[in-house]
């Protein structure tokens, strides 16, 4: 008996450590797993990216972010990296998997927590005041939110001063690390949509039937007169040239016979934050380079 009991012990301590749910107050310091980017990018907004011991792959802004413990793509995470980093706290956005993550991580005893998405303006203003008042930083979210809203109105006024004569059409081509393919991130009202029509420029009509992965036939015949390469598709092939040559449909564009591949941040074209309004300014200089320089 004497030898069962201090067993015992250890099993209700154990429960009760990491493995046991417990009430988070995100008011004091913690160890925080975030596995969505835009959540990254907020919690360090608000002055708690200290307290981030873990982030998704795709969790590259700010620079800061780059430097934490990553536990893989946030579409196919292994819930083992997780848990091994011993957080007290789990956040996303309902945007993860592979499906058995939440189970486990819950069934792990770990405290799991679900804040909104960023997919328009207003609902990133909510989300940074839903995570304001979660951390007790509530004037500083209503101080980002304000400098989120006065950028993007620069942004629209410094557009709508150029009286633009035309309106290019622009597509977003997405190198997708899941699944290791090509795809046009764009046509589909989101988020990159939205961002080229605040820049003053028009998205592409894009009809491959629905597929995610790039169709030759489908770029060719949508023709854009821009192209927007993610930042880690257009790098891995190393130079304009060859995403040019190599990603399919492209060179038949009068963006590829133009030259007209753009870089820009994924993140950047996928949700909206604090830094939307600077993000639309550096848009605008890529879609009307002449009307900027003119600007200037």
């Known amino acids: 008996m004497k030898k069962i009991l201090p067993l015992f012990a250890l099993l209700i301590l154990f429960s009760c450590g990491r493995f046991g749910k417990k009430e988070i107050d995100g008011k004091k310091d913690m160890r925080i797993v975030s596995l969505s980017k835009h959540l990254t990018e907020m919690v360090f907004a608000l002055g708690k990216g200290h307290d981030l011991v873990g982030v998704d792959l795709s969790s590259t802004y700010p ?21 091994s980093l011993n957080p007290d706290l789990v956040i996303h956005s309902n945007d993860i998997g592979p499906e058995n993550v939440l189970p486990q991580l819950i069934k792990a005893g770990l405290n799991v927590k679900a804040f909104g998405g960023a997919n328009t303006i207003d609902s990133a203003k909510l989300l940074l005041t839903d995570l304001g008042k979660f951390f007790g930083v ?24 150029l009286h633009l004569t035309d309106t290019p059409s622009v597509m977003i081509i997405h190198f997708g690390r899941a699944n290791n393919i090509y795809f046009v991130m764009s046509g589909r009202n989101g988020v990159g949509d939205k961002m080229i029509a605040l820049a003053g420029g028009k998205t592409a009509k894009y009809d491959a039937k629905g597929a995610r992965q790039i169709s030759a036939e489908a770029v060719a015949l949508s023709n854009p007169d821009i192209i927007i390469a993610t930042d880690y598709g257009y790098d891995q092939m190393g130079s304009m040239d060859k995403f040019i040559s190599e990603v399919p449909g492209v060179a038949l564009t009068n963006a590829g016979k133009n030259k007209r591949i753009v870089r820009f941040e994924e993140h950047d074209l996928i949700y909206f934050g604090p830094r939307t309004g600077e993000n639309v300014e550096k848009l605008f200089k890529l879609i009307h380079p002449s009307a900027d320089a003119e600007k200037k």
Not at 63 to 83: C, F, M, W
């Open 138 to 161: 509530e004037q500083r979210a209503d101080s980002v939110v304000k400098k989120m809203d006065a950028d993007i109105a620069k942004a629209k006024e410094d557009v709508s001063k």
């Open 63 to 83: 620079d800061s972010a780059k430097l934490i413990q990553t536990v893989g793509y946030h579409r196919a995470l292994n819930p083992e990296g997780i848990i």
